[in-house]
């Protein structure tokens, strides 16, 4: 049914949901895994990074090379929460790909999948609705309205 899973992380508790049931459904099927991880100046948890981008001020050699080194900071990170990840599904039994892009992540999710030629794509949706949504953007709602396959979007669930 599928021979090519596409698994889009980030350091999220429903990213490591989505990341499981990604792996888990390429072992049943046994089918190729690719993980994505996207580098957004527009995510949150980079707001400083996009703050010494536009806060050059009157030194802004010192900005330009704090910029850089944030970036490369974040860069390793994401580089190393993939191989993490892929050494996870070596040891459940999967050997994936894996790449690291830098751009909207909605947009980048979508363009792998196509260029890969992707079966599934697995997913974790942060919640967002209405104006958090107006304003952040649903990466998970780009996806399943523009991916060029199917979409399995992992939902938090309520503890009882």
């Given amino acids: 049914m599928f021979h090519k899973i596409l698994v889009a992380i980030d350091d999220s ?11 888990s459904l390429a072992k049943a099927f046994e ?9 957004s100046p527009l ?34 990170e994401g580089l190393e929460l993939l191989r993490t990840k892929a050494q996870q599904a070596i040891a459940a039994g999967v050997t994936p790909e894996f790449t690291q892009m830098l ?10 999948a ?14 967002r609705t209405g104006l958090g949504e107006f304003l952040m953007g649903s990466v998970s709602n780009h996806v399943s309205h523009h991916a060029p396959c199917s979409v399995m979007i992992v939902h938090h669930q309520d503890k009882q």
């Avoid at 089918?31 to 580098?39: D, E, I, K, Q, R």
């Avoid at 996009?50 to 974040?74: H, I, V």
């Avoid at 196509?114 to 919640?127: C, E, P, R, T």
């Fill in 13 to 23: 508790e429903l990213s490591d949901r989505a990341f499981e049931k990604g792996v």
């Fill in 31 to 39: 089918a190729n895994l690719y993980l994505v991880h996207v580098l």
């Fill in 43 to 76: 995510k949150k948890e980079y707001e400083d990074v996009s703050a010494l981008a536009f806060g050059g001020g009157y030194y802004p050699e010192a900005f330009d090379e704090a910029l850089r080194e944030r970036w490369q900071t974040l860069e390793k």
């Fill in 103 to 112: 751009g909207q992540p909605g947009e980048k999710i979508c363009e792998l």
């Fill in 114 to 127: 196509q260029s890969w030629d992707a079966d599934l794509i697995v997913m974790g949706s942060h919640g």
